[in-house]
């Protein structure tokens, strides 16, 4: 295996190691809500995907593209969904609470709306749809300028980031997590603009400094279902530079890493299904044993999904 990254098989590697970094930092905010881990885990993990996901853009054809996020990103959505509304139905009696949705017909109003009227085991559910959203739109604007660093996306994107503070200290209010898609636009060109050109010498050392305010609590920490970008600029500009050097050492660790490009190839089923094992198990497990079940337990999931055809074509 060529070490530099080159080859697209190696590319691809790296980029699966990195999923699995960003996939287990997921993981432990969501585990531990508060304090010192939270706040690093938060400063950088969704800008992560969002980043990566600017990385491999390319111009598509409009329409095509379009269909194709819809169909692909939606069935999945709608799937894990529904699996765990009915696994609630099961459950939260068992325990002797009650469900959230309980309230028929009036609930598949909210269930619909999704993002910030879903909460509890269903809270990651903004993330692929506005992730989708922002893929179609930035597509869009490739289709016209398709030149990432060309000029016209250097006045589009500091527009993109004006709008994004602007609505997210107007309102949390998120539909299918419409709100953040501002900011993950943004992200997307950010990642885009990088490509697969590397980051060296000077200019990689100069960003230990701006990752490490946001991992260790120096500027506020990043809450972007709900529009929260912490400090202006700051943070945010802080979530890049970690998740550049992330990256970078991506790269480096590809020949000893299997094990976490094999949790990043799992990790989009991972999202969907860790927080309900959080919701659940919380009250009975210390935090690091249920880390350790809200990754591993929906990683084999992955594995029996891949394993029956039908199971794979609805659910990835």
């Known amino acids: 295996m060529n070490n530099s990254g080159a080859a697209t098989g190696d590319r691809l590697d790296w980029i699966d190691v990195a999923r699995g970094a960003g996939i287990i930092a997921v993981v432990l905010g969501h585990v531990w809500t508060q304090g010192a881990m939270r706040d690093a885990m938060y400063s950088f993990h969704m800008p992560l995907f969002f980043l990566l996901s600017g990385m491999l853009s390319r111009p598509q054809p409009v329409a095509g593209f379009t269909i194709r996020q819809l169909a692909?990103?939606?069935?999945?959505?709608?799937?894990?969904?529904?699996?765990?509304?009915?696994?609630?139905?099961?459950?939260?009696?068992?325990?002797?609470?009650?469900?959230?949705?309980?309230?028929?017909?009036?609930?598949?109003?909210?269930?619909?709306?999704?993002?910030?009227?879903?909460?509890?085991?269903?809270?990651i559910f903004w993330f692929v749809p506005c992730l989708m959203a922002a893929r179609i739109a930035f597509n869009l604007g490739l289709a016209r300028w398709p030149h990432p660093r060309g000029r016209a996306w250097w006045v589009v994107a500091p527009l993109l980031l004006a709008i994004a503070y602007a609505v997210g200290a107007a309102t949390d209010i998120s539909p299918l997590g419409l709100l953040t898609v501002p900011m993950t636009m943004f992200l997307l060109w950010v990642g885009a603009v990088v490509g697969e050109g590397r980051l060296r010498g000077w200019l990689l050392w100069s960003l230990v400094p701006l990752s490490l305010a946001g991992l260790s609590g120096l500027w506020p920490t990043l809450n972007m279902k709900a529009g929260d970008y912490g400090l202006i600029v700051c943070s945010i500009a802080s979530a890049i530079a970690t998740s550049f050097l992330l990256l970078y050492l991506s790269r480096m660790v590809v020949p000893w890493a299997g094990w976490l490009g094999a949790i990043g190839r799992a990790s989009l089923v991972i999202m969907y299904l860790h927080v309900a094992f959080i919701h659940y198990l919380q009250p009975y497990l210390g935090k690091p044993l249920l880390a350790v079940i809200a990754l591993l337990v929906p990683f084999a999931l992955y594995h029996v999904l891949r394993a029956v055809p039908p199971l794979r074509r609805i659910f990835l």
């Open 72 to 123: 692909g990103q939606m069935r999945p959505y709608a799937a894990f969904l529904a699996l765990l509304i009915v696994a609630d139905q099961i459950i939260e009696p068992l325990k002797g609470g009650v469900p959230i949705f309980r309230r028929w017909p009036g609930d598949i109003v909210p269930i619909l709306l999704g993002g910030s009227w879903l909460r509890g085991p269903y809270t």
